[in-house]
């Protein structure tokens, strides 16, 4: 498969990728999981985000609840907005052995969601990206974040057995999603900010390299939050390209990055996105290009996801603005 790097390079502008999917269901009048439940909803909601922002890649409803929500938690479900858990019960070793790896193939609603890529990759000619919570995020769904931070410093085999855990959880359902025809495997670790470098390294890295070589697809990393200080770290995950939060000084991040890791981000979600008018977003979004327009590994895209009701308009400025040719 041709390299990620490779494949922004044939394109004589910048590519655009934003993270938007919720706004979909405002367009099309959906609830979120009559999406979730539907291979052809989730296609028509790509059609008609394609069709209203013709991004360059072509995506799914972001599906974060899903590894969680299959293993068993408890969920609070809104209509228009992502899932969350209400309980974190996966306290102890004698829990967690009790835990099986789901079968993406017949548990919950992975096969769903497998059925949806393989129809949205065979009628777009766009990549198909997807979003997955990484293993770190999950282990701090499954047990809570304070009790995780904890037991690092007191239990830290637990911890190991329950990262081993979460790690053959998102690994086993990458694979069977890249079969099903995604190419942009995003891998998100918002917890993992939390950590320091040397725990990042212990925690995450090992785990996060070990799903991306196993994956034939472009491999991407997120962390929400200012991670400069944790670049080396980051780099050290095997990524193709690293999707920066709004909070990272893009331009001067830019020289510690190499040529062949694509950076990604990172208009404001939320102070550009959802707060300016249209054409201070469509100027906010120029300032970035320009500010990185010797920087050739530079993906335009968001901070992080957006919120549902960020104005359409602005979303559009935002799009055209990534369109414009600055390279």
């Known amino acids: 498969m041709i390299k990620l790097i490779d494949y922004i390079k044939k394109f004589d502008r910048r590519l655009v990728f934003p993270w ?38 072509v995506y799914p409803m972001d599906d974060g609840a899903l590894f969680f929500e299959t293993i068993g938690l408890p969920l609070i ?24 790896v789901p ?19 065979g009628h777009f ?6 979003s997955l919570q990484g293993p770190f995020t999950l282990a701090s769904e499954l047990m809570g974040v304070m009790d995780l931070v904890r037991a690092i410093i007191r239990n830290p085999q637990y911890v190991t057995d329950l990262l081993n855990y979460t ?16 190419s942009f495997l995003c891998i998100s670790e918002p917890t993992a900010v939390l950590l320091s470098p040397p725990r990042f390294n212990q925690l995450v890295s090992d785990n996060l390299r070990k799903i991306f070589t196993s994956t034939d697809a472009w491999k991407i990393l997120h962390v929400c939050g200012d991670t400069t200080y944790l670049m080396p770290q980051l780099l050290n995950c095997g990524t193709e390209g ?12 830019a020289p510690r990055i190499p040529e062949e890791v694509v950076i990604i981000g990172n208009i404001d979600p939320l102070n550009v996105l959802a707060e300016l008018t249209p054409a201070e977003v469509w100027e906010n979004t120029l300032d970035l290009l320009f500010n990185m327009k010797d920087y050739p590994n530079f993906l335009v895209s968001f901070g992080c996801d957006c919120l549902p009701d960020t104005p359409v308009e602005n979303l559009k400025a935002a799009m055209e603005g990534g369109r414009t040719l600055i390279k």
Not at 78 to 97: A, V, W
Not at 125 to 130: G, I, Q, S, T
Not at 242 to 253: C, E, K, T, Y
Request: aromatic share 10%; proline share 6%.
């Open 20 to 57: 938007m999917s919720t706004v979909g269901l405002r367009l099309t009048g959906y609830k979120l999981y009559d999406v979730y439940n539907s291979p052809q909803k989730q296609l028509y909601v790509a059609q008609v985000m394609d069709e209203e922002f013709k991004a360059d890649f």
């Open 77 to 100: 479900k809104t209509d228009y907005d992502f899932p969350s858990s209400m309980e974190h019960p996966i306290k102890d070793q004698s829990i967690l052995s009790g835990l099986r």
């Open 103 to 121: 079968d993406p193939y017949k548990d919950g609603r992975m096969p769903v969601n497998l059925e949806s890529y393989s129809l949205i990759s």
């Open 125 to 130: 000619d766009k990549p198909l990206a997807v």
């Open 167 to 182: 790690t053959e959880v998102v690994l086993t359902y990458a694979l069977a999603a890249v079969q099903a025809g995604v």
């Open 242 to 253: 690293l999707s920066l939060d709004q909070a990272v000084d893009l331009p001067g991040i």
